[in-house]
């Protein structure tokens, strides 16, 4: 190549925009593939969020595994070799398409599902995703041996891919989900990948007539070798691990957080997952250097709030303040990290080694969150670890002894402890007065910023003890975890009929309670919360009752069990439930007796209830209620046009179906209402408000819903509670297998 030659390449804009874009089609097609895909998967496990979290982890297996083969292809191969075998495998990928999951699949009902979540990934989409997910340091790698005169720094090509990630995840949930089914999602999918790697090859080309580039690759793969080996210590590899693990992590624990209190959709993943990218595009850029010193000083000047409202007194603010400040903090501390990871990244002969690491620590981190964490905690402990884990990793170490920045914590932790041990019985004023204590202590920490040991531990401290507290005000006498969720059964006071303290059981997943139930012998039998006799279900069950006396019954939806004490002795009931740790729990009479004395002729099915009622037999059922949409993770694949005609094909044709719709964030009457105008169906609602003050008698919203009018007169009739034609709403796209849009019925 002429001097003249490669001035021109060098200063050819053209190969910036070649890369750039490709690099930002690959990040595009990565980030609507994520969601889509999660979305397809969901209602094969009952909406949980944890399918999103095990989504994440194949996800960045996936990605490690291309870095990796990226890594393998650029450093030990010249660069007509790696454009040839690069092709074969672009080619192998085309069998993959059109994206769809393996036919005839259903997950384990009996044990954990993760491994078959994540076999179903791989057959549905490995190929094409790890494609994708090469594309980054390969074509990075690429660009830095084209000889282009930014050739030497090829990182900020690392923002175009960030910045495709960023707008395909802000486009998923605000434009292509509320408009695009995901049939025709999968097929634009599919034509986008085709174009990119159409793109691929045109940088692949470029590459190829490099020729000045291509003899400096003769000897690049042993130059490489012998430098990383005697540039890159083991210490600087474990920093960097330590930098993207520990945001990777945080990623899913602020995500399981979100999704379980509102719905498990892909707008409550995308927010987290936003944050992650912008900080990356952020770290990478021109202003790195001005902002990575503001966002260190910002994080403890957070963490007051954050640890007060978020983990001290959760309580104390509304769910939205919350999560913003749950949100603020997430980034400050990816932010520090990420920040940290960009100012020691290396020189571009190590580049793909440097992506190498961060893409396994981020893999680690997901892994540590779906694999480890649920099986050694019974809650979701790894988010706070990791909150500290954060600041240990904050810069500017202090010079102090080791043993003096420890001091002051570890009195502290010693301090609680006696107080524990040696307080026979804690009062409320005590309990009240260690949380005051915590919050000060946390204000107290923003003095130890610049000592990211003692500031660590500090911060260990206060929410060890703040979980503890919480742990005891709430007395909790069972909390276990599964794939679905956390399940703690607490045991409180309630002033009874006769103004004296009486101790009842109550149900919990994560923070919705699913069932209560009063201890007295003479009082077990009683339904209670959401199900009470004076409520909708127990109008409905008094109006019925001479008609019921052979009813087939089905429930979706266990709880504690409260439900079965309608039945009568004719009837037999089928209990739907997805979560075995449910039904372990409503069947051990130490906490809840419901099924025990009350479910003689019933029948409990294990898995998603869609699954399960669609090998039930046609008109079986006279009554099937439908109880999965209380706050946490609403399965919305539940409440689609296609799931609404299979409960009427599985009922009588004078059979009713009754939904529980009592949602902190969701106005799911909109879906049904949309769903019985299309169907032609009766419906009736009831807004309950209980007017007495009947202990654990609770205010909730059910509709009942029959082929005809008159199946439900009688009930509309009787003066019992005040049940209304459900009203129309004419802004509602139908809720479909095909699309479904949390947005719209947001409260």
């Known amino acids: 190549m002429n001097l003249a030659t490669r001035s021109v390449s060098k200063q050819n804009f053209s190969h910036i925009v070649l890369f750039a874009g490709t690099l930002f089609i690959s990040a595009t097609l990565m980030f609507v593939l994520q969601p889509m895909f999660g979305k397809t998967l969901l209602p094969f496990l009952g909406g949980t969020p944890a399918v999103w979290n095990t989504c994440m982890v194949f996800y960045q297996t996936l990605l490690f595994l291309g870095y990796l083969y990226a890594h393998y ?10 454009v040839q075998v690069h092709a074969v495998v672009i080619a192998i990928s085309f069998i993959a398409l059109p994206l769809v999951v393996p036919g005839n699949t259903a997950p384990p009902t009996e044990s954990d599902p993760t491994l078959w979540l994540m076999g179903t990934l791989l057959m549905a989409i490995g190929l094409p995703f790890f494609i994708v997910s090469t594309t980054s340091p390969l074509l990075q790698k690429w660009f830095s041996q084209i000889g282009h005169h930014t050739s030497e720094d090829p990182y900020y090509l690392y923002a175009a891919s960030n910045a495709g990630s960023m707008i395909a995840l802000l486009s998923y949930p605000f434009l292509i989900e509320p408009n695009i089914g995901l049939f025709e999602q999968r097929g634009f999918w599919s034509i986008g990948y085709g174009l990119l790697c159409m793109l691929i090859l045109g940088c692949a080309i470029t590459l190829w007539r490099s020729q000045a580039v291509a003899v400096e690759e003769e000897l690049e793969p042993e130059i490489i070798v012998a430098e990383v080996e005697t540039e890159l210590s083991w210490k600087t590899k474990l920093h960097w691990l330590a930098l993207a693990f520990v945001p990777s992590s945080l990623l899913l624990g602020l995500t399981n957080f979100i999704s379980t209190d509102i719905a498990s959709a892909p707008l409550l993943w995308i927010i987290p997952l936003v944050l992650y990218l912008l900080t990356f595009i952020v770290v990478f850029s021109k202003w790195a250097d001005k902002v990575h010193p503001l966002m260190v000083t910002m994080q403890p000047m957070v963490l007051l709030p954050f640890i007060a409202f978020s983990f001290v007194d959760p309580a104390a603010l509304p769910f939205w303040m919350n999560l913003i400040i749950h949100l603020l903090a997430f980034f400050l501390a990816v932010m520090v990290c990420h ?21 396994f620590a981020g893999m680690l981190g997901g892994m540590f969150n779906t694999f ?23 810069p500017g170490g202090s010079t102090q002894k080791l043993e003096k920045q420890l001091l002051f914590p570890i009195l502290l932790l010693c301090l609680g402890v006696g107080v524990y041990l040696f307080s026979e019985n804690l009062s409320q004023s005590l309990i009240y007065g260690a949380t005051n204590a915590l919050i000060l202590l946390a204000g107290l920490s923003y003095a130890f910023r610049s000592k990211p040991l003692t500031l660590s531990l500090l911060t260990a401290v206060i929410l060890f003890f703040s979980l503890g507290i919480q742990h005891l005000m709430s007395n ?25 303290p009486e101790k009842y059981h109550e149900l919990f997943h994560g923070t919705t309670k699913h069932g209560a139930q009063r201890l007295a012998t003479h009082l077990q039998t009683t339904p209670l919360t959401y199900y009470s006799r ?68 019933s029948t409990i099915v294990v898995g998603d209830a869609r699954l399960s009622l669609a090998n039930e037999a046609d008109q079986h059922f006279d009554l099937l209620i439908m109880d999965a949409f209380s706050s946490d993770s609403v399965p919305t694949h539940l409440l689609t046009r296609e799931a609404m005609a299979l409960y009427f094909a599985k009922l009588k044709p004078n059979g009713i179906l009754a939904f529980h719709i009592t949602n902190r964030h969701l106005e ?44 439900l007169n009688t009930l509309r009739q009787s003066g019992l509670g005040s049940w209304q034609k459900l009203p129309l709403y004419f802004d509602m796209k139908p809720w479909t297998d095909d699309f479904t849009n949390i947005i719209g019925i947001w409260k």
Not at 339 to 359: D, Q
Not at 673 to 695: G, M, T, V, W
């Open 534 to 601: 004076p409520g909708p279900m127990g109008q409905l069950f008094d109006i019925f009752d001479s008609q019921s006396e052979q009813w087939e019954i089905g429930a979706v939806g266990l709880g504690a069990g409260a439900l079965v004490c309608y039945a009568k002795p004719g009837q037999h009931w089928t209990l739907y439930e997805i979560d075995p740790l449910v039904i372990d729990i409503a069947e051990n009479s130490k906490y809840f007796t419901y099924l025990k004395r009350c479910s003689q002729n």
């Open 73 to 82: 292809l650029s450093s030990r191969l010249n660069q007509r070799r790696q």
């Open 476 to 500: 909790t006498i069972y909390q276990e975890r599964s794939f679905f969720g956390v399940l703690s059964v607490r045991e409180s006071v309630l002033i009874n009929e006769d103004n004296r």
């Open 339 to 359: 920040g940290e990871l960009a100012k020691n990244r290396p020189h571009t002969r190590h580049l793909t080694t440097f992506y190498l690491v961060m893409s």
């Open 668 to 711: 799911l009457k909109k879906v049904i209402a949309d769903h019985a105008r299309y169907l032609k169906l009766s419906a009736l609602i009831q807004e309950f408000k209980p007017q007495s003050d009947k202990p654990l008698v609770i205010a909730t919203d059910w509709v009942v819903m029959a082929r005809t009018a008159e199946t």
């Open 372 to 394: 480890v964490a649920p099986f050694i905690f019974n809650a979701v402990y790894e988010y706070p670890m990791m909150i500290v884990a954060a600041l240990c990793l904050r």
